[in-house]
């Protein structure tokens, strides 16, 4: 096995396999190192998402919502089921069999297209070296013409408030792991890990207290579905409470005890296990970085130009680690655009202005592009259009009418600047609006454009319709509004 490489990249996650992969497919010679380990301790490529983020909370936010439909809506439908029953064991196997298949997968990808996989630790160690520690045997140094940092991220812990003891206070990855349902659940943090994993634990049962920081619920989200969208956690039974400032958190024998300030007044609330969600920080500790010369900033993400390239000659990083949104879908379009600057590639960039977001509760909130506020801030003068689920054929056949689909254009040239929605499945809806965001659609385009019946599709084609006032099935706003 030779020790040199065009391109090392160290961290196997959404942005380092990717990039490994695509820079191998355009002739380049890749190694890979991650070293990502399991509860069984075994070594899984596919980082925190395939691992212990978007694969297995969506693995069991199917599942959860599907108990829970069973329960509260089959009967509805016509369905009578004696009593539906929970076997967790069950839910959580098959969740990790989802999640070992996949990153097994990358495993079988690697093979395909010549990437050198090396499982274990990689730091930076001069000039165009990488120490690679295996997870087993010496370590070594390898010699790359480009090193990739793509080393992600961690739950940012609160070390002095209610720091991780693995049991009763946990991060995001315990609270995937949970072998019985917990009767009081607190978390802190009512950010997408908070929403997701509270609603998975709430439709199993528990008894859900989300305590937030800040007076806004979702702030980057259109206010019209942020709010919709809060009060439909509230009907599930979801008791999200802001502006709650937690001062602290006693682990005893069988509960936690939690103490927040809201509204000037003292609170306590007792719970049997608390998840922590308050953000993630950068992987960058014991990567050699500093004496690499790759310069950080104040929270200790990568700093890179808008060619990934670093501070240090040679030196690039992609994905969680140099920070923006913390998402699977940006780190691997940063890796695979890095990819291909690496192999020659000129002007191939990633467009941040076309980021797809979705939280994938019930009703899904999806967006992309500005909120109305954002756009108005923006200096933007700005038309809005709005069709809700509740007028939506496909909608009621699915026993799904919450939530609503939000355009946001330019007044001055109708050009679409953002859709944010909240409703069933428009995580897949939201492709559409990635899709005219990427063309500079405008809401004509999309308005001229014939939408099937039924779908839900059609609520974003009546709200872009209802930007100029030409909705047919949902009422229009007064023109000049
Ligand atoms: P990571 O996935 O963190 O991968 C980094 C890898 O590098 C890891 O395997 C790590 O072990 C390895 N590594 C670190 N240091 C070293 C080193 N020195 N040597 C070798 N290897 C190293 N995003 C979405 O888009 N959709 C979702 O639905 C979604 N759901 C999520 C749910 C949860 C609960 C969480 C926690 C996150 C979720 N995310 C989601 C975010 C998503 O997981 C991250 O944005 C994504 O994993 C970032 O990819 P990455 O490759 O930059 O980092
Ligand atoms: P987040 O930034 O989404 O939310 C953290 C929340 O915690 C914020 O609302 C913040 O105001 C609040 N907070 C911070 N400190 C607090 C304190 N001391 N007390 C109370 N509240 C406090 O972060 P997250 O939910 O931990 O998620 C981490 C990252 O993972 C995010 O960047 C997210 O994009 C990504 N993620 C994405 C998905 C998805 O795409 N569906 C799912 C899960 C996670």
């Given amino acids: 096995m030779s020790d040199s490489y065009d391109v090392v990249v160290i961290g196997g996650g959404p942005a380092g396999y990717p990039c490994a992969i695509r820079a191998a497919q355009l002739g380049l010679s890749v190694a890979c190192i991650d070293n990502w380990l399991n509860r069984d301790g075994g070594h899984a490529f596919g980082g925190t998402c395939l691992n212990a983020g978007c694969i297995p909370s969506k693995a069991l936010l199917e599942s959860s919502e599907l108990y829970h439909r069973a329960q509260h809506e089959f009967a509805t439908h016509g369905i009578n089921i004696s009593k539906a029953s929970l076997d967790l064991a069950a839910m959580q196997k098959r969740k990790n069999d989802i999640s070992g298949q996949l990153t097994g997968g990358i ?48 739950p940012v812990e609160l070390k002095k408030i209610a720091p991780f003891d693995g049991d009763r206070v946990v991060d995001s990855w315990g609270a995937l792991d949970f072998e019985s349902v917990p009767k009081r659940l607190g978390v802190i943090g009512a950010g997408v890990i908070g929403v997701e994993l509270g609603s998975v634990w709430s439709r ?69 296990k608390l998840i922590v969600a308050v953000g993630r920080a950068p992987n960058t500790d014991n990567l050699g970085a500093e004496e690499a010369g790759v310069e950080r900033d104040d929270r200790g993400f990568v700093v890179v130009d808008e060619n990934y390239r670093s501070s240090a000659e040679g030196v690039y990083a992609v994905g969680d680690v140099i920070g923006g949104q913390m ?16 192999a020659g590639h000129k002007g191939v960039a990633v467009n941040y202005n076309a980021v797809p977001c979705v939280i994938y509760t019930s009703p899904e ?12 801030e923006a200096g933007f003068e700005v038309k809005t259009g709005q069709a809700p689920f509740a007028a939506n054929g496909r909608a009621k056949a699915l026993e799904m009418t919450a ?58 084609h009546e709200a872009v319709l209802s930007v100029d006032g030409l909705a047919i099935h949902a009422v229009n706003k007064k023109r000049g509004k």
Avoid: C
């Fill in 107 to 154: 495993r079988t990808l690697f093979k395909a297209n010549g990437v050198e996989g090396l499982p274990g630790t990689g730091s930076l160690a001069g000039k165009g070296k990488v120490r690679y520690e295996p997870m087993e045997g010496e370590a070594r140094e390898l010699s790359a013409k480009h090193i990739v940092i793509a080393t992600g991220s961690k």
């Fill in 327 to 342: 998402l699977a879908h940006k780190a691997i379009e940063e890796g695979v655009v890095l990819a291909e600057q690496l």
């Fill in 403 to 460: 939530g609503m689909v939000r355009v946001i254009s330019d007044v001055k040239t109708d050009r679409i600047l953002g859709v944010h929605m909240s409703g069933p499945y428009v995580s897949e809806l939201l492709a559409e609006a990635v899709l005219a965001l990427e063309y500079g659609a405008t809401t004509e385009d999309v308005a001229l454009t014939m939408h099937s019946h039924p779908t839900l599709s059609e609520t974003l």
């Fill in 204 to 272: 199993l049962g528990a008894e859900v207290t989300i305590l937030e920081a800040m007076p806004d619920f979702l702030p980057m989200v259109d206010q019209a579905v942020s709010k919709d969208s809060l009060r439909q956690f509230g009907k599930q039974g979801m008791d999200i409470k802001l502006g709650a400032k937690v001062t602290g958190a006693k682990v005893m024998k069988s509960k936690v005890s939690l103490s927040y300030e809201l509204k000037g007044e003292e609170q306590s609330l007792d719970v049997d």
């Fill in 365 to 376: 909130i999806a967006w992309v592009g500005m909120s109305e506020k954002q756009a108005t």
